[in-house]
Nanobody, 114 residues
């Protein structure tokens, strides 16, 4: 059974940093591109960052230069380092394969105050 457990969210002031973690299980982690998604109140879920099996990464324009995605294949964990946070980064953050599977975790809430 696929499980995705996100953690590391919280309340932070604008300009601050957070590091999100996602523990994945129930599938062969190393075979899939992994991504971080977010959903802000009243908005659709959007893909923020992707790391492909090659190690190549891709980011949404609004987070380029501020967010960094990485993964630990030995522990099946994917990380999202978020720096220079802005109020518009406020959202629930989720991890999933890219493209996403049918199972989603509960996400972790990131709130950035101005």
């Amino acid at each position: 059974q696929v499980q995705l457990v996100e953690s590391g969210g919280g309340l932070v002031q604008a300009g601050g940093s957070l590091r999100l973690s996602c523990a994945a299980s129930g599938f062969t982690f190393s075979r899939y591109a992994m991504g971080w998604f977010r959903q802000a109140p009243g908005k659709e879920r959007e893909l923020v960052a992707t790391q492909f099996n090659s190690g190549k990464t891709n980011y949404r324009d609004s987070v380029k230069g501020r967010f960094t995605i990485s993964r630990d294949h030995t522990k099946s964990i994917v990380f999202l380092q978020m720096n220079s946070l802005k109020p518009e980064d406020t959202a629930v953050y989720y991890c999933n394969t890219v493209p996403p599977g049918q199972y989603w975790g509960n996400g972790t809430l990131v709130t950035v105050s101005s």
